[in-house]
């Protein structure tokens, strides 16, 4: 199944695997959200409007006329079977198949009760008023999955591209790495790559969330799923549309549904024994008064099958999903992508916030310090063109912040020489055979691991080393700059909750501590390789009440990502490889999204509570004066409210979640 096969699939059936109440435990045993696509609007109205005269004629004739019996019978009988021969027919399907405690089981059993003991208007009342809740609740849940759909629905017919100095219409999924796609003034960006000619600017605010436009000319790398506002880009394919952003995008949100919150799991199987004890009640409702107490039998039936009516667990089982499928909706419409609702709950939980620095808290875009030459050839030694070369040339090929910041600077002095052989050294820095000869770029524990006695610089900032195998040539310091809302952020999630920050990194201690105290964090560990931040994390969550979220963009904090509680990746600008390791990623590069997220996540866990007491609480209620009597000649209208209305309440309690997320933004 290719991709866009894949995406129509999710498009047909259970992307929004919520509104499949028989997944998550209901005991519906259909698709709340596609129940009526057999059937148009119009049938529907016909079948609804048709039904509700004739039991209002029913009701007419039999109260207020002298018309014989069978006529208003015949009226009830007729109304019943149009509207309700559906869920009779389902609820035969549901005792074939084992799924005995459904919805429409309990409907049945209600409404054909209720005629057995000449209520007739509350039978057919009872499938009426059921079938029309069932076709309000498919809308609101279709509302939900096509606000998420439009927002990410990116797929485009076709993408323009230049053949043999032609520009030609294909499909996105035959466009291959390398070829070049021109994008039009208003038109979307539909696969990664880079400008190769034009300039305009961008709307990102699809993927990121930030409305501000952003310039982009030759060179500028550009996402998918991003509009051009102004001007004609020629972009060069970098990726393939599979593995585009926006694709991976469709892709998260899709797969989101399949790791379920804890909440969730627990309401499923809440539901699977709700519903079995609550008809067991409903039974001994009607059997046990008129047994053991001279009840009369009619008014005890009556009472049990509102009982029964009320009984079903839909409200609960279809908004808690519905509620948080609406966060993560919300989420992403602010540039936060959250894979799974289980993440959006932990989110809300975590009270350690763990970070790397680089390009996390700092900006990753290295200002230029120093240069010490100790054993160039510089004919003057203020010069120092020789050891910038050499180091450019060595991180020619490496995708570190402090590498593309060194090429952005000094890639003019390499050009003259011949690079070969790229290492990396996780945590260290990279080698190159730059025109024959083996160089080290990196920090002090490269240097020390080549052997060569070197001296380390006293000024603040981050130092690259350069060696050979034999002797010491220099090296150049850069300073990073913090971005400029990490101090708010880190200071909004301490309001929020997160009771301890800390800050991992590989640089030196002195940076460490200058960059922590200017941002306001808690903790700090210095000059630490992958597997050290990793143990600092394992140390972290060893206290029995840290829910630990670690920060990171790197390919280098892929493993402390996988580590952690809770991974956030720095989305658009990380590595595919953090990306993937990560439970949440931030399609920008601002630490702000991450108090936005954990809003938007505790504002759904109180819905979702909310929810719960609401559904649990009415039903309850309802079952109670059911049993006492309280309610009597209207106990059946009150259960119907029980089920469909409180099941379209929390419904639309559910979606609020989303429009918080617009709040936000």
């Known amino acids: 199944?290719?991709?866009?096969?894949?995406?129509?699939?999710?498009?047909?059936?259970?992307?929004?695997?919520?509104?499949?109440?028989?997944?998550?435990?209901?005991?519906?045993?259909?698709?709340?959200?596609?129940?009526?696509?057999?059937?148009?609007?119009?049938?529907?109205?016909f079948k609804v409007i048709t039904g509700a005269v004739l039991l209002a004629a029913g009701y007419i004739i039999s109260e207020f006329t002298e018309l014989p019996d069978f006529v208003s019978l015949l009226c009830f009988g007729i109304s019943y079977l149009l509207v309700g021969f559906s869920i009779l027919k389902e609820a035969v399907e549901g005792i074939i198949h084992g799924n005995i405690f459904n919805e429409c089981f309990l409907m049945a059993i209600a409404s054909i009760g209720a005629f057995a003991i000449g209520e007739y208007t509350e039978g057919c009342a009872v499938v009426l008023l059921y079938t029309v809740g069932e076709f309000l609740q498919g809308m609101a849940l279709g509302k939900s999955r096509k606000s998420i759909k439009d927002m990410l629905e990116m797929k485009p017919a076709a993408v323009k591209i230049m053949r043999?100095?032609?520009?030609?219409?294909?499909?996105?999924?035959?466009?291959?790495?390398?070829?070049?796609?021109?994008?039009?003034?208003?038109?979307?960006?539909?696969?990664?790559?880079?400008?190769?000619?034009?300039?305009?600017?961008?709307?990102?605010?699809?993927?990121?969330?930030?409305?501000?436009?952003?310039?982009?000319?030759?060179?500028?790398?550009?996402?998918?799923?991003?509009?051009?506002?102004?001007?004609?880009?020629?972009?060069?394919?970098?990726?393939?549309?599979?593995?585009?952003?926006?694709?991976?995008?469709?892709?998260?949100?899709?797969?989101?549904?399949d790791k379920k919150s804890k909440t969730e799991k627990f309401i499923s199987r809440f539901a699977k024994i709700y519903t079995p004890v609550v008809c067991l009640i409903a039974l001994l409702i009607i059997v046990i008064p008129p047994l053991f107490f001279g009840g009369e039998w009619s008014e005890w039936i009556y009472r049990g099958l509102s009982a029964l009516v009320v009984s079903c667990p839909c409200a609960i089982v279809i908004s808690i999903p519905l509620g948080f499928f609406s966060g993560i909706g919300a989420c992403s419409k602010c540039g936060i992508l959250i894979k799974g609702s289980d993440h959006l709950e932990m989110l809300a939980k975590c009270n350690v916030g763990v970070f790397d620095k680089t390009g996390t808290i700092t900006s990753g875009k290295f200002e230029y310090v120093n240069c010490e030459c100790v054993h160039c050839h510089c004919e003057h030694k203020a010069d120092h063109r020789e050891l910038l070369g050499l180091i450019a040339a060595c991180e020619k090929f490496s995708d570190h912040p402090i590498a593309k910041?060194?090429?952005?600077?000094?890639?003019?002095?390499?050009?003259?020489?011949?690079?070969?052989?790229?290492?990396?050294?996780?945590?260290?820095?990279?080698?190159?055979?730059?025109?024959?000869?083996?160089?080290?770029?990196?920090?002090?524990?490269?240097?020390?691991?080549?052997?060569?006695?070197?001296?380390?610089?006293?000024?603040?900032?981050?130092?690259?080393?350069?060696?050979?195998?034999?002797?010491?040539?220099?090296?150049?310091?850069?300073?990073?700059?913090?971005?400029?809302?990490?101090?708010?952020?880190?200071?909004?999630?301490?309001?929020?909750?997160?009771?301890?920050?800390?800050?991992?990194?590989?640089?030196?201690?002195?940076?460490?501590?200058?960059?922590?105290?200017?941002?306001?964090?808690?903790?700090?560990?210095?000059?630490?390789?992958?597997?050290?931040?990793?143990?600092?994390?394992?140390?972290?969550?060893?206290?029995?009440?840290?829910?630990?979220?670690?920060t990171g963009d790197g390919i280098n904090d892929a493993p402390v990502l996988a580590e952690a509680d809770l991974g956030v990746a720095m989305g658009a600008i990380g590595s595919d490889?953090?990306?993937?390791?990560?439970?949440?990623?931030?399609?920008?590069?601002?630490?702000?999204?991450?108090?936005?997220?954990?809003?938007?996540?505790?504002?759904?866990?109180?819905?979702?509570?909310?929810?719960?007491?609401?559904?649990?609480?009415?039903?309850?209620?309802?079952?109670?004066?059911c049993a006492v009597g309280i309610f009597d000649e209207n106990a059946m209208w009150l259960a119907v409210f029980g089920d469909v209305g409180v099941c379209l309440i929390a419904i639309a309690n559910s979606l609020r979640a989303m429009y918080y997320g617009k709040k936000i933004k």
């Open 1 to 45: 199944m290719n991709e866009h096969e894949h995406h129509n699939h999710h498009d047909h059936c259970d992307c929004c695997h919520e509104a499949h109440c028989h997944d998550d435990g209901c005991g519906c045993g259909h698709d709340h959200e596609h129940s009526h696509d057999t059937e148009n609007k119009g049938e529907f109205l």
């Open 164 to 257: 043999d100095g032609q520009v030609v219409e294909i499909k996105p999924e035959e466009v291959k790495i390398g070829d070049e796609f021109i994008v039009n003034a208003g038109e979307r960006i539909d696969i990664d790559g880079v400008i190769v000619n034009g300039s305009a600017e961008v709307d990102m605010s699809a993927l990121t969330g930030e409305s501000i436009p952003v310039s982009m000319a030759k060179g500028s790398e550009m996402l998918s799923g991003a509009v051009c506002l102004d001007g004609t880009l020629t972009i060069r394919a970098e990726k393939e549309y599979k593995d585009s952003t926006v694709s991976q995008i469709l892709k998260m949100v899709e797969e989101s549904n």
């Open 405 to 550: 910041s060194v090429s952005l600077a000094f890639g003019q002095y390499a050009d003259k020489y011949t690079v070969e052989d790229a290492k990396n050294y996780a945590g260290m820095g990279v080698s190159a055979v730059v025109d024959g000869k083996r160089y080290y770029a990196g920090n002090e524990k490269l240097m020390a691991q080549v052997g060569v006695d070197f001296k380390e610089t006293n000024l603040i900032g981050t130092a690259i080393y350069l060696c050979s195998d034999s002797e010491f040539l220099g090296d150049i310091v850069f300073a990073d700059i913090i971005k400029q809302d990490s101090r708010q952020a880190l200071s909004d999630m301490k309001k929020m909750g997160i009771t301890k920050t800390v800050m991992l990194t590989g640089d030196k201690e002195i940076i460490a501590k200058d960059i922590a105290e200017r941002a306001g964090i808690d903790e700090y560990y210095a000059k630490l390789l992958p597997q050290d931040k990793v143990q600092k994390v394992r140390e972290l969550k060893q206290d029995p009440n840290a829910v630990v979220l670690y």
């Open 577 to 625: 490889v953090a990306i993937e390791a990560a439970d949440i990623v931030i399609m920008g590069d601002s630490l702000s999204k991450i108090p936005e997220g954990r809003k938007i996540s505790r504002k759904t866990m109180n819905i979702v509570r909310e929810n719960i007491v609401f559904s649990i609480g009415v039903k309850l209620l309802i079952i109670i004066g």
